[in-house]
């Protein structure tokens, strides 16, 4: 008799995924379809684990039937939860503009084989690595983790080496070698909590978690491999040849989500499950390196001539900001809203830095160039685009009502009531950088010289412009439904108040 | 941009990021000597546990009933990770086999054809050893990719023209029939990679049999270092079309 269990849907988003990867491997034809299907599918998913979980709250899964100690448990909580929502809602644009991408560079004659051999790898590359991405979102198992790590490592790897180009081919071999290292770091730190504790699920490690020696060092190993994977300042330098040199959907990829899952476990271990052993010190010390990766980022960001490298480092900079929030929850009392404002900028970020990344990419291909000194005036030509990208970088600044707007604002807020007075003047500062790099791109983009130049006008796919737009107004309009999402943040906060030393 | 990154590749007698990296390995090497002297192990592991549900994990060997059964869904990961490489290295480029055929010496194809058959009958046994003592489709599948390189330096003729689709199907019956087996668990109305009582053992060698088939291809493709030269030919149709329209 066959019964089908309603808690199996917690595997869907990583079983739906893994086999359309290995179709599209095998087949070959049509794999946008069958990518196009799968994200439909996995939106599907995630959307009924999202009606399940305000139903019954976090969800807890045993794979294989055993129980925690000895199997693996799989878990859905609020972060979780949301990290899918945005990683379904990404990836279906960028699964849509990747489509538009690549049948426009095909059709351009030049090179064409090149391309089709592209297009024809990057579909079961990108299934494998939002499988990867799912599946450390919901794994619930400090050694699953480092598995699911290196599975997305290995496929971003092979993504950003996608475009064949030298320079890229260098970067992205860098840039395996920097995650192998991370990896390994972390690796290293689960072999010590293996060692102090004997366990590896996350829920028990929390229950049992002292500070000790033994914790001290994994904490350290684990936390050195996740910033470096995450690139946070003075650890980002893989990061802006590898992002910049990839093809236009990749580095949406690697911008938007990759960076994600790495500071998605990082933040995880700090707040959750071995809060009691985080010291203040170290919180200051992370603060400082975003508060860093802020101000520096946005500088070089400010001082690069092409598109894709001002992006690039733009993330950087944006990155700093989720490390700024670390030594805000140092008080007690206002930690769910530090939570509330991480999840914020990660969500807006990803949305807004995946549409800048693909209006870029739209740039490039139509201009021939990125140089944004001889951007001038594209908005003729480009006007989706230029939107897009223009409402992306709103999002970036931090302006009403955008996600950005509201998880900057939780921040300051936090850093106010707190007494930290100085985190908020780092976060203001940024923004007024990010407001002049923004500015710097747009204000080319919509003013036209007046010896207007005509601009070689190739035809372009709809699916290379409104998938950019379509993000981008979701990024802004994340402000408006904000309060949906503390509904589902705090439906773990009273589950983690049940639990035993609750580190939410 | 390009042109920058491969002049700084050119003159690099000192880099700054080298030598954070390298600062970075050493205080970490450091950090990791002297925690070792210094932690102590207060833990014994998961070992009383593995013993205790054993008998119900369908294979004799614990290793085995933990990388299949009770952590089976890391080892489900794992062979993955195993078949992105390839995809990944194939999307690079092609498998870089001499133009010319070499003509291999006398002595070097007698050991090959005695030692390829060989190898590929310990890997087999290796495989069915899983079940109670050390063994598995990682050992096998590294014995059967250890046969495969052996070929492949040997440049036997016809390894030049193997099929890419054939080649795939191998490469992905092991994580297809992994993934179908665990997938029978929900199908059950249980987890996902919830064996079947009765027939876990079987099922497990079957698991073990197919996965190592492809993680020796696996490896063997890896050290060809290519996808096969007709991989692309399925879709070169179009350019060609594109190109005669070009020119009417």
Not at chain 1, 83 to 107: C, E, H, N, Q
Request: proline share 5%.
């Amino acid at each position: 008799m066959t019964i089908f269990n309603s808690s199996a849907w917690i595997v869907a988003p990583i079983i739906i995924p893994l086999i359309g990867g290995l179709l599209c491997f095998l087949w070959r034809r049509d794999t946008f379809f069958i990518a196009l299907f799968i994200s439909l599918a996995n939106l599907l998913s995630v959307t009924t684990l999202l009606r399940q979980f305000l139903l019954f709250g976090p969800l807890r899964y045993r794979m294989g039937g055993w129980e925690a100690p000895l199997g693996i448990a799989l878990r859905l909580h609020g972060p979780a939860l949301l990290m899918l929502l945005m990683t379904a809602v990404s990836g279906i644009g960028i699964t849509l503009y990747a489509r538009g991408y690549f049948s426009f560079r095909i059709s351009a004659l030049k090179h064409n084989n090149r391309h089709e051999q592209q297009e024809r790898f990057f579909w079961p590359l990108w299934l494998m690595l939002w499988t990867a991405l799912n599946a450390l979102f919901l794994s619930g198992d400090i050694f699953n983790l480092y598995v699911t790590l290196e599975l997305v490592s290995v496929s971003a790897a092979a993504l950003a080496a996608l475009s064949g180009k030298p320079a890229s081919q260098i970067a992205a071999f860098r840039y395996l070698l920097v995650s192998l290292l991370g990896s390994l770091s972390y690796l290293l730190g689960v072999v010590f909590v293996y060692k102090t504790y004997g366990i590896l699920d996350l829920e028990m490690l929390r229950q049992i978690a002292t500070p000790g020696p033994g914790l001290q060092m994994a904490l350290t190993l684990m936390t050195l491999g996740l910033l470096l994977k995450t690139a946070l300042f003075p650890l980002h330098f893989w990061l802006p040849p590898a992002h910049a040199n990839a093809l236009a959907p990749v580095s949406a990829i690697l911008s938007g989500l990759v960076v994600k899952g790495s500071f998605f476990i990082l933040f995880t271990l700090w707040f959750e499950i071995f809060a009691s052993s985080i010291t203040a010190n170290a919180l200051d010390l992370i603060g400082l390196l975003g508060a860093g990766a802020v101000i520096w980022g946005s500088l070089q960001a400010i001082r690069q001539q092409r598109l894709k490298l001002l992006v690039t480092y733009s993330t950087v900079a944006q990155l700093g900001y989720l490390f700024i929030a670390f030594p805000l929850t140092a008080t007690e009392n206002i930690s769910q809203e530090v939570w509330t404002a991480v999840t914020f900028m990660v969500m807006a970020h990803s949305f807004a830095k995946t549409a800048m990344f693909m209006a870029a990419g739209t740039i490039f291909l139509q201009v021939g160039h990125d140089r944004i000194r001889d951007l001038a005036g594209i908005r003729k030509s480009l006007p989706i685009t230029s939107f897009a990208y223009a409402i992306a970088g709103v999002n970036l600044i931090g302006l009403p009502p955008s996600g950005g707007f509201i998880g900057k604002w939780l921040l300051l807020t936090a850093a106010l009531t707190s007494g930290q007075w100085h985190w908020s003047l780092v976060i203001i500062a940024g923004s007024l950088l990010a407001s002049v790099y923004v500015f710097r791109v747009v204000s080319r983009l919509f003013l036209t010289p007046d010896e207007a130049i005509i601009q070689e006008c190739r035809p372009h796919s709809p699916l290379q412009e409104w998938p950019a737009l379509f993000l981008a107004i979701i990024a802004l309009l994340l402000g408006l439904i904000a309060p949906y999402f503390s509904l589902i943040l705090e439906t773990t906060e009273i589950v983690a108040n049940l639990a035993p030393g609750g580190g939410l | 941009m390009i042109i920058k990154s491969r002049r700084k590749n050119k003159r690099r007698p000192f880099d700054p990021i080298l030598l954070l990296v390298l600062l970075l390995t050493i205080g970490l090497t450091a950090l990791l000597i002297k925690a070792n002297y210094t932690i102590p192990v207060t833990s014994f592991g998961l070992a009383a546990e593995v013993a205790r549900f054993q008998p119900r994990s369908g294979v004799e060997s614990p290793v085995t009933a933990v990388l299949l059964n009770f952590r089976g869904y890391d080892t489900l990961l794992e062979v993955m990770i195993l078949l992105i490489a390839v995809i990944g290295v194939w999307s690079l480029t092609k498998a870089p086999f001499p133009q010319k055929a070499v003509k291999t010496s006398p002595v070097q194809l007698a050991v090959v054809r005695l030692l390829a058959p060989l190898m590929c009958l310990v890997a087999a046994y290796l495989v069915w050893q899983g079940s109670h003592l050390a063994g598995g489709a990682f050992q096998g599948g590294a014995i059967l990719g250890g046969a495969g390189v052996l070929l492949l330096v040997a440049e036997l003729p016809w390894l030049r023209t193997i099929h890419s689709r054939p080649l795939r199907i191998g490469l992905l019956i092991g994580p297809l029939f992994f993934l179908g087996v665990a997938l029978l668990g929900i199908i059950n109305g249980r987890e996902l990679l919830t064996y079947p009582g009765k027939w876990s053992g079987s099922l497990l060698l079957l698991i073990e049999s197919t996965c190592a088939v492809s993680i020796g291809l696996t490896l063997a493709s890896l050290f060809a270092g290519g996808r096969p030269a007709d991989d692309l030919i399925g879709q070169t149709k179009t350019p060609a079309c594109n190109r005669e329209q070009k020119r009417c």
